[in-house]
T-cell receptor, first 113, second 115 residues
Framework: KQEVTQIPAALSVPEGENLVLNCSFT??????LQWFRQDPGKGLTSLLL?????REQTSGRLNASLDKSSGRSTLYIAASQPGDSATYLC????????????FGKGTSLLVTP | GAVVSQHPSRVICKSGTSVKIECRSL??????MFWYRQFPKQSLMLMAT?????????EQGVEKDKFLINHASLTLSTLTVTSAHPEDSSFYIC???????????FGPGTRLTVT
């Protein structure tokens, strides 16, 4: 069974800092990996999607890397802003059973002014 | 990106009643839809996978007679929580995809409170 772990569970940083969120998964048979953002009481916003054959994806201040063989991904946020405060979820997509997503528990990020 | 809607966004019902949640893909045809639930400060847990025109596949531990899923068209799936109890209170989120290897798009979620 695929297990997805995110470290740290919570993080508080001052505005302007660069930060790294970590995600690990136990089964390397993944189709792709996706990072989401979730604001309190809201749905999911897709940030970056990395296919299993890719090593990284970038969008603005966000950069996500994937090391499939070691079962790890990182989300790098440059020059953090208070508006980045949210929960960040990592999800891996199965290669079987309809390609459903397995989610980690998330990292709750607070960026203080 | 593609748009998935859910209705209602919030619902409060009394214990013992049933409630239906709709998930619609607005600008694409979804051969597969997924239903997740999320408890406070927890991650999303997959409940079931629904393919258009066939019976849903439920994850281990999810009661199929309690959580009825119907995917009768390529743009609509419904989740009915039957005989709801307070422990069913949760945030329910659906997602949809055009095909097995297409990106999943998520709905905004439905907050269910059972009193």
């Amino acid at each position: 069974k695929q297990e997805v772990t995110q470290i740290p569970a919570a993080l508080s940083v001052p505005e302007g800092e660069n930060l790294v969120l970590n995600c690990s998964f136990t089964d390397s048979a993944i189709y792709n990996l996706q990072w989401f953002r979730q604001d309190p009481g809201k749905g999911l916003t897709s940030l970056l999607l990395i296919q299993s054959s890719q090593r990284e994806q970038t969008s603005g201040r966000l950069n996500a890397s994937l090391d499939k063989s070691s079962g790890r991904s990182t989300l790098y946020i440059a020059a953090s802003q208070p508006g980045d405060s949210a929960t960040y979820l990592c999800a891996v997509r199965r290669e079987y059973s309809g390609y459903a997503l397995n989610f980690g528990k998330g990292t709750s990020l607070l960026v203080t002014p | 990106g593609a748009v998935v809607s859910q209705h209602p966004s919030r619902v409060i019902c009394k214990s013992g009643t049933s409630v239906k949640i709709e998930c619609r893909s607005l600008d694409f045809q979804a051969t597969t839809m997924f239903w997740y639930r999320q408890f406070p400060k927890q991650s999303l847990m997959l409940m079931a996978t629904s393919n258009e025109g066939s019976k849903a596949t439920y994850e281990q531990g999810v009661e199929k007679d309690k959580f009825l899923i119907n995917h009768a068209s390529l743009t609509l799936s419904t989740l009915t929580v039957t005989s709801a109890h307070p422990e069913d209170s949760s945030f329910y989120i659906c997602s949809a995809q055009e095909g097995p290897q297409y990106e999943q798009y998520f709905g905004p979620g439905t907050r269910l409170t059972v009193t």
